[in-house]
T-cell receptor, first 113, second 115 residues
Framework: GESVGLHLPTLSVQEGDNSIINCAYSNSASDYFIWYKQESGKGPQFIIDIRSNMDKRQGQRVTVLLNKTVKHLSLQIAATQPGDSAVYFCAENIGGGADGLTFGKGTHLIIQP | EPEVTQTPSHQVTQMGQEVILRCVPISNHLYFYWYRQILGQKVEFLVSFYNNEISEKSEIFDDQFSVERPDGSNFTLKIRSTKLEDSAMYFC?????????????FGDGTRLSIL
């Protein structure tokens, strides 16, 4: 059959509001997770990471939460700004000596004025 | 802030031709990677490189692909005989230590278009 590109989920929030972007991962052996931001025409930009021995990590305006029980990762962005508009990807490393990251399909965050 | 740089930003090549994509990783990083992103799809891991040899490769990285660190600064991806389905964005990344516990920093990519 014909290969169809992924339809990205979209999250639209008002400027100044908080946003939460969710990601489900499938490999229970994954031990390292990263959130990336990708603006149009640019490469993935590192935002924040978290290891599997933690359940929360905070950065500047961003917080990542990890729930290993349900294999769920979320990225919270506080007080969103127009510059936060982008596609956000979660990525995981499956551990066991693997180098490569496995990326999720991304969420398109749109900031409404 | 140091960054990964990639050249060219856009490469157009006839099917069957060889193409070389170039990357300059962050200078104190020891691990280097190539990923690709076909339009509208996920970013996919191709290969990692450490200490002048391939550390890990995915199923995508078949015999038509090769990587090289020809000097102390450049890291290249060669596609020997390009196919239409090789059209994609190719991203180079680097990390200080192994990507299993260190963030990988990406360049802005090379858009490869195969005609």
């Amino acid at each position: 059959g014909e290969s169809v590109g992924l339809h990205l989920p979209t999250l639209s929030v008002q400027e100044g509001d908080n946003s939460i972007i969710n990601c489900a991962y499938s490999n229970s052996a994954s031990d390292y997770f990263i959130w990336y931001k990708q603006e149009s025409g640019k490469g993935p930009q590192f935002i924040i990471d978290i290891r599997s021995n933690m359940d929360k990590r905070q950065g500047q305006r961003v917080t990542v939460l990890l729930n290993k029980t349900v294999k769920h990762l979320s990225l919270q962005i506080a007080a969103t700004q127009p510059g936060d508009s982008a596609v956000y990807f979660c990525a995981e490393n499956i551990g066991g000596g693997a180098d490569g990251l496995t990326f999720g399909k991304g969420t398109h965050l749109i900031i409404q004025p | 802030e140091p960054e990964v740089t990639q050249t060219p930003s856009h490469q157009v090549t006839q099917m069957g031709q060889e193409v070389i994509l170039r990357c300059v990783p962050i200078s104190n990083h020891l691990y280097f990677y190539w990923y690709r992103q076909i339009l509208g799809q996920k970013v996919e891991f191709l290969v990692s490189f450490y200490n002048n040899e391939i550390s890990e490769k995915s199923e995508i990285f078949d015999d038509q692909f090769s990587v090289e660190r020809p000097d102390g600064s450049n890291f290249t991806l060669k596609i020997r005989s390009t196919k239409l389905e090789d059209s994609a964005m190719y991203f180079c990344a680097s990390s200080i230590y192994r990507g299993s516990n260190q963030p990988q920093h990406f360049g802005d990519g090379t858009r490869l278009s195969i005609l």
